[in-house]
């Protein structure tokens, strides 16, 4: 077979995360969120959310909570990309019992475009039916265009806007929710 029309998405695994594994989960959170928004954020104000956000301590505490889980994208035992997913009152918002909130779901910059956020996204909506829920839904930044297509192309509609404070610059961002279909 030819190395260039290989899937790739085939020698993906999605694993959950575990405790142990916190200090994998802050150095993939780091270098992707770095690769996203440092181009268009001070400084200043990324190294505030680095250091208040993606803490050891922090990640240790959001591993821990029942209500809430991560999973990594790897690819030869690389961690190239991971997901978190919200349940009940580990939401952000709305904290309905209905709903599934995906808090983050970034994929490693060399790895764009290659469906991984694709995989990551199928594996949050499993999640979702498997337990029920009506709906699945985020926050995104609006001024992430890229994000909001990939979104808007795998069936999610803006249906409201709050803050995300990165630093002390509050940001915009874009609600969007998925109807699941329910069995």
């Not at 993906?12 to 928004?37: H, K």
């Not at 181009?39 to 208040?52: C, G, K, L, S």
């Not at 991984?116 to 979702?128: F, S």
Request: proline share 1%; net charge negative.
């Amino acid at each position: 077979m030819n190395k260039n029309m290989h899937n790739l998405s085939e020698d993906i695994s999605i694993q959950r995360a575990g405790i142990d594994e916190a200090e994998l989960l802050q150095n993939i959170s780091i270098q992707t969120f770095t690769e996203t928004f440092a181009a268009v954020n001070t400084p200043e104000n990324m190294q505030a959310y680095i250091r208040d956000y993606l803490n050891i301590e922090k990640l240790k505490s959001e591993l821990s909570n029942p209500d809430s889980a991560f999973y990594f994208a790897r690819l030869e035992g690389n961690i190239i990309g991971y997901l978190k997913l919200n349940f009940s009152t580990a939401q952000t918002e709305l904290k309905d019992q209905q709903a599934i909130e995906i808090e983050r779901i970034y994929v490693s910059q060399s790895f764009l475009g290659k469906g991984i956020g694709n995989l990551l996204l199928e594996h949050a909506i499993q999640v979702a039916q498997q337990s029920n829920a009506t709906y699945i839904w985020l926050g995104v930044w609006e001024e992430n265009k890229r994000a909001i297509a990939f979104y808007q192309k795998n069936g999610f509609v803006a249906f409201d806007k709050h803050i995300f404070m990165l630093g002390n610059d509050a940001q915009t961002d874009m609600m969007m929710k998925r109807e699941l279909i329910t069995t």
